[in-house]
């Protein structure tokens, strides 16, 4: 009996050491499978080796996190430029317009993390990128919907990019953006395949449509584009906040989405209140008509230092990549500035450094080139041209432009140096660049007519190409693509080379440079780009400066990432809250 029972014993202390080291090797697997996965996360961060991505099954992510805060109250925009539409895919698109709707109604497939600048999934839980780099395959979330409760699906998105491409639609400058692409495949309701044509750095960011936003298909489907091209209000997407009503002149408004597939915000509303002047701006932020503003440069280096104003406003000033450059445009299809010498002539005339001391109160930088001035493709070591009359002089009387008559204004070929300066009047600091720019100019015998529009019908001429020179900004982006902007392929015909800018060596360079993935090597093309642009002038890059919010104290959890700040993270504790 004894011996017997040590035998038993023997068994059942060996089958519990086979149990045991089997739980101890699954555990060392599980181990090495969420290093798997942990190594692929470090390999995404890298982005530009990455390959494959996903969102791991209960590992914890933006979109479980619930936002601070007490919830309630509204968020109301004291906004400059009232938009021409809120359709995200039509020519008339603006960053104003932008700012509306993207990502409180629309939503892309993924979004930049605000704090790595890296890529993560949003609508999508994954994407595969063949090795090399011509197809990218999309796996959406299949918890995601838009606002009228219908699932997001390959549909949508095979639908927008459709839309985005077609050649009927008024979006060729979009259109452009998927010039490399040459087909979208629906694999199932929740894959969708792009095949490229060629490899181009910004492809992933792109086909996630992370400046637009997915469209519902059930929404949108149109038989005319026509039809597409004239719904210009009243959009749906399946973001936090829908579309409640546009009174033109005076505001939009957007409420809460209340059967938001993600995190709900806290705010209920946020009303975008559409306010020319930027004094009146200021002057309702005080009286707490409005919550936040944009105030011009002089305006915030004053109530930067208002002891009263800041105890119940902040001040808010910070660089990100999306910061403008403001430029001088030069439409080189005129007879004045054909010539490289004579656009560089105008820019010796122009005194950024005063402008930058004088009218931004030191809040900004004199720059050479449209890259951003923290960033890698931007080359540092180029010097802006100086202020020097004596210069621009030698220049202009090389190229022709001569007082033949001596009647105190150049000429050449019988005709007068005299053209029109087209910019917003609603932008009080371009308002005072116009006269600056006038009375440096007359100083070398040209001529400068103030040409004053609403910003709807700048942007209009713009787009047109209907202009002699004129002043605005262009917005930056975390990777910079200037061949929307420089190309010229994208002269007229929706494309934003609105100066008419032609330089072959400057195109080849372009076109290199979005099919160069290695990051150092596309700086190195860059630094080359920024050269001939610093030697050809096509515009006279003024400056750029950091962004500017004035915001009410009531409003908590007001961070600042590199990307900028949150908006929908905001919350107002109950004893401030206003609206109900």
Request: with cysteine; hydrophobic share 40%; proline share 5%.
């Amino acid at each position: 009996m004894n011996g017997r029972g040590g035998v038993v014993t023997f068994f059942i202390f060996l089958l519990l050491s086979i149990i045991i080291l089997l739980q101890i090797l699954s555990m060392v697997q599980s181990d090495r499978f969420y290093e798997g996965l942990n190594r692929l996360d470090e390999i995404f961060e890298s982005f530009g080796s990455m390959r494959r991505f996903s969102r791991a099954s209960g590992t914890p992510s933006t979109l479980d996190k619930k936002y601070t805060g007490n919830e309630g109250d509204w968020l109301i925009w004291g906004f400059g430029v009232e938009p021409k539409t809120l359709n995200q895919f039509s020519a008339e698109n603006d960053i104003y317009s932008r700012w509306i709707t993207v990502p409180y109604i629309f939503e892309p497939l993924l979004v930049y993390d605000f704090d790595d600048l890296t890529m993560k999934p949003w609508l999508a839980e994954g994407c595969e990128i063949s090795d090399d780099g011509l197809e990218y395959t999309f796996h959406l979330r299949n918890d995601v919907y838009f606002s009228d409760g219908v699932p997001v699906t390959a549909d949508d998105v095979i639908f927008t990019y459709e839309t985005a491409v077609n050649p009927e639609v008024d979006a060729a400058n979009i259109a452009n953006l998927f010039i490399d692409v040459e087909k979208a495949v629906k694999v199932n309701k929740g894959v969708v395949k792009f095949f490229m044509k060629r490899r181009y750095f910004k492809a992933l960011e792109n086909l996630c449509f992370w400046d637009f936003g997915i469209l519902p298909k059930h929404i949108y489907e149109f038989s005319e584009a026509e039809e597409f091209n004239k719904r210009v209000s009243d959009p749906v997407g399946s973001g936090p906040f829908v579309f409640e009503k546009w009174e033109t002149g005076r505001e939009v408004v957007l409420r809460r989405n209340e059967n938001y597939w993600g995190v709900k915000p806290k705010l209920k509303k946020i009303i975008y209140k559409f306010i020319p002047n930027s004094i009146g701006r200021v002057q309702a932020l005080r009286s707490h008509e409005v919550d936040i503003a944009i105030p011009e440069p002089e305006q915030f280096a004053d109530l930067i230092n208002d002891d009263e104003f800041n105890k119940e406003f902040r001040c808010l000033s910070y660089w990100n990549p999306g910061v403008p450059f403001f430029y001088i445009g030069w439409n080189q299809d005129t007879a004045f500035f054909s010539d490289r010498r004579v656009r560089l002539a105008m820019t010796h005339i122009i005194n950024r450094e005063q402008i930058v001391s004088k009218l931004l109160k030191g809040l900004g930088r004199t720059i050479t080139g449209p890259f951003f001035i923290n960033g890698p493709q931007n080359d540092p070591n180029i010097e802006p041209w100086p202020y020097d009359l004596n210069r621009a002089r030698e220049l202009l009387d090389e190229t022709g432009w001569i007082d033949s008559d001596e009647d105190g204004l150049r000429d050449k070929k019988g005709v007068p140096f005299r053209f029109k300066f087209m910019y917003s009047s609603d932008n009080a600091l371009y308002r005072r660049l116009a006269t600056l720019l006038k009375d440096e100019a007359a100083k070398v015998g040209i001529e400068v007519i103030p040409e004053p529009y609403e910003w709807s019908v700048v942007i209009n001429r713009i787009t047109d190409r209907e202009f002699e020179s004129m002043v605005m900004g262009w917005g930056g982006d975390v990777l910079e693509d200037f061949y929307q902007i420089f190309h010229s392929s994208q002269i007229g015909s929706g494309g934003s080379n609105y100066v008419g800018f032609r330089n072959k060596q400057a195109d080849d360079i372009m076109e290199e440079v979005r099919q160069t993935l290695d990051e150092g090597k596309r700086n190195e093309l860059c630094h080359k780009l920024h050269r001939i642009f610093y030697e050809e002038q096509p515009y006279t890059f003024l400056f750029t400066r950091p962004t500017f919010r004035l915001v009410d104290k009531r409003f908590k959890n007001v961070n600042i990432y590199k990307l900028g700040p949150k908006y929908w993270e905001w919350y107002v504790p109950k004893e401030q809250q206003r609206y109900k």
